[in-house]
């Protein structure tokens, strides 16, 4: 279902350049590389046309999960680097994307596999080891918090302000980053489980349950072999298994310790939707009155709407919406301080 949905993300948002092999900067972006632990890393910079070195906050975007390159092309141009248009942001921050551990930061799609992952067996679908050896919740926080703190020394970043969001996987990510580094001052945990990856997938596969098939049951066994194996890095019919035991780890409790502003962000049909729910109801018995909730009525993982039959409506792209309202809740953050 959200492979569908990528496709459609990225189409929506390709710009036309020249073809030919690119670099982040002939579409106008900073390429900074940098390592962390001997690891090679590399940031995508998006900053206004002409303010580059102008000093700025920090919007620190969390990719969600897959090894595709941050920056990806073909002969018609660019396509989306974010799922939303990031002009408005642009105003007043400049912002940064990390790649994923040893995925090239920039690709034509055309070398690219299924959902636009860079493989190093397309047939059978195998990303890199340095990739999947290095694809769990800690590496990604403790990477990223890295980092900030190493952009903090840039004259083009102004310091007493800085968001870090993230969607799906990234929401878990951007959470624990927030829960760790007490310079982040805004967080947007956007289409994320406060209960874990593992929850998800249950309340999907309860979805199939029928009078004699127990989908259900099946991911309980699943999730039996995950935890007893959970520092296994091979892949297993999809992530490994401490893929997938690190982001099922809750981050309720680091949401909930939060004292800076939070502003979850969710659709109502996505399947992680009752258990936002749930978390704001907790969130208010606790009188956490810093965490403000949006969640969009019909609308399922990537914001598309839900016909009444299930389907998703692909027509509809609401992502601009969703990151208007983001910046005026930053805004009104801001007054309110």
Not at 152 to 177: F, Q, T, Y
Request: glycine share 6%.
């Amino acid at each position: 279902m959200q492979t569908k949905q990528v496709f459609i993300i990225m189409l929506l948002f390709s710009k036309i350049y020249s073809y030919s092999q690119k670099i982040p900067e002939d579409f106008g972006y900073r390429h900074i590389a940098m390592k962390y632990q001997d690891d090679p890393v590399d940031i995508i910079v998006i900053s206004k046309k002409g303010e580059e070195k102008l000093a700025k906050p920090v919007f620190f975007f969390c990719q969600g999960s897959l090894p595709q390159p941050v920056v990806k092309y073909d002969e018609k141009g660019l396509y989306g680097t974010l799922p939303f248009d990031e002009n408005s942001f642009l105003e007043t921050y400049h912002i940064v994307i990390v790649g994923k551990p040893f995925i090239p930061i920039i690709s034509d799609v055309n070398k690219l596999g299924k959902d636009y992952m860079y493989l190093k067996d397309i047939e059978k679908e195998i990303p890199p080891k340095g990739y999947t050896e290095r694809n769990y919740l800690d590496y990604y926080v403790f990477r990223n918090n890295f980092i900030v703190k190493q952009l903090a020394k840039e004259r083009w970043v102004k310091n007493k302000k800085l968001v870090v969001a993230g969607h799906s996987e990234g929401s878990s990510i951007a959470a624990k980053m927030a829960s760790i580094n007490k310079k982040i001052t805004h967080l947007i945990y956007s289409g994320g489980n406060p209960y874990g990856r593992i929850m998800n997938i249950l309340a999907q596969s309860r979805s199939f349950d029928t009078d004699s098939i127990d989908e259900g049951k099946n991911t309980i066994e699943h999730w039996k072999k995950v935890v007893a194996h959970s520092n296994d890095t091979s892949l297993t019919n999809g992530d490994a298994y401490k893929t997938t035991y690190s982001f099922s780890l809750p981050q309720k409790d680091n949401l909930m310790g939060l004292k800076i502003p939070v502003l979850v962000s969710y659709g109502t049909k996505d399947w992680s939707g009752p258990f936002n729910d749930l978390f704001q109801i907790e969130a208010i018995r606790e009188k956490k009155d810093n965490c403000i909730f949006k969640s969009y009525l019909n609308l399922e993982h990537n914001y598309f709407p839900v016909n009444e039959d299930g389907t998703v409506n692909y027509e509809v792209y609401n992502w601009d919406k969703i990151a208007v309202d983001w910046l005026n809740w930053l805004n009104n953050s801001d007054n309110e301080n």
